[in-house]
C-alpha cells in the first residue's frame, strides 16, 4: 500500500529562524513528489516539484531535496517569516495506466511561526 | 488569468440528500482532479478527468461521481449523502500532460457539511 510520512506533526518557530519538514514514502511505481503550502481555508499552493531525476528545487525561501533511493524528501525554509504559518503538505504521486499518476498525500505539518 | 473557480463555497444538505459540486479549470487546462479534505484522514484523491474522460479513480464508493464536459469544466456528485462526508472538497486543474509532472492549481474548495 502506498504510504507517505510526514514529520514533525507540528513545529513553532521564532520569525526569522530556518527550519526543515521531513517527508518519508513507500509509493510505487514512483512518478513524482510535490511539497504544496496551505493556508487555513484555503486551497494548497504548490512549492516544487521534483522527479525522480532531481534531487534538489529551490522556490524563493523553499529548497526542497529528494532521496530516491531512501525514500525521503525534506523541505527547508530560510528566514521564516509570520506568512509561512500554514501546513505543509508532501505528495507522492506514483504513475498509472493512461499517462496519468495517482497521488497519495502526507498529512501534512502545521508550522506556526511567531514574532 | 483566472484562477481555479469552485461553486459553491459552502453547502448544508442533510442525510440521504444529493449534492453536486462544480469546478471550472484554469484557461486552457484540460485535467481536473476532485479530492476530499477532513481532519481526520487528511487529503484524499477521488478521481481524475482529462477531456471528458475518467483517468483515474481513488478508493471512494460508487456514491460519488463525477463527469467533465467539452469545455474542462467539472462536476462532482454525491449521492444518498452520510454524515461522514462532511469536508472541504477541493478541485485542481492541470495541462494534463501525459508525460513529466505539471503543475497542478487547485481551487478555493467547497465546504460541505452534512447534518
Known amino acids: 500500500k502506498n504510504q507517505v510520512e510526514q514529520s514533525p506533526q507540528s513545529l513553532i518557530i521564532l520569525e526569522g529562524k530556518n527550519c526543515t519538514l521531513q517527508?518519508?514514502?513507500?509509493?510505487?511505481?514512483?512518478?513524482?513528489l510535490r511539497w504544496y503550502k496551505q493556508d487555513t481555508g484555503r486551497g494548497p499552493v504548490s512549492l516544487t516539484i521534483?522527479?525522480?531525476?532531481?534531487n534538489t528545487k529551490s522556490n524563493g525561501r523553499y529548497t526542497a531535496t529528494l532521496d530516491a533511493d531512501t525514500k525521503q524528501s525534506s523541505l527547508h525554509i530560510t528566514a521564516s517569516q509570520l506568512s509561512d504559518s500554514a501546513s505543509y503538505i508532501c505528495v507522492v504521486s506514483a504513475y498509472a495506466s493512461g499517462g496519468s499518476y495517482i497521488p497519495t498525500f502526507g498529512r501534512g505539518t502545521s508550522l506556526i511561526v511567531h514574532p | 488569468k483566472a484562477g481555479v473557480t469552485q461553486t459553491p463555497r459552502y453547502l448544508i444538505k442533510t442525510r440521504g440528500q444529493q449534492v453536486t459540486l462544480s469546478c471550472s479549470p484554469i484557461?486552457?487546462?484540460?485535467?481536473v482532479s476532485w479530492y476530499q479534505q477532513t481532519p481526520g484522514q487528511g487529503l484524499q484523491f477521488l478521481f481524475e478527468y482529462f477531456s471528458e474522460t475518467q483517468r483515474n479513480k481513488g478508493n471512494f464508493p460508487g456514491r460519488f461521481s463525477g463527469r467533465q464536459f467539452s469545455n474542462s469544466r467539472s462536476e462532482m456528485n454525491v449521492s444518498t449523502l452520510e454524515l461522514g462526508d462532511s469536508a472541504l472538497y477541493l478541485c485542481a486543474s492541470s495541462w494534463g500532460s501525459r508525460q513529466g509532472a505539471t503543475e497542478q492549481y487547485f481551487g478555493p474548495g467547497t465546504r460541505l457539511t452534512v447534518t
Open positions: 484557461s486552457g487546462h484540460r485535467s
Open positions: 521534483m522527479t525522480f531525476s532531481e
Open positions: 517527508c518519508n514514502y513507500t509509493v510505487s511505481p514512483f512518478s513524482n
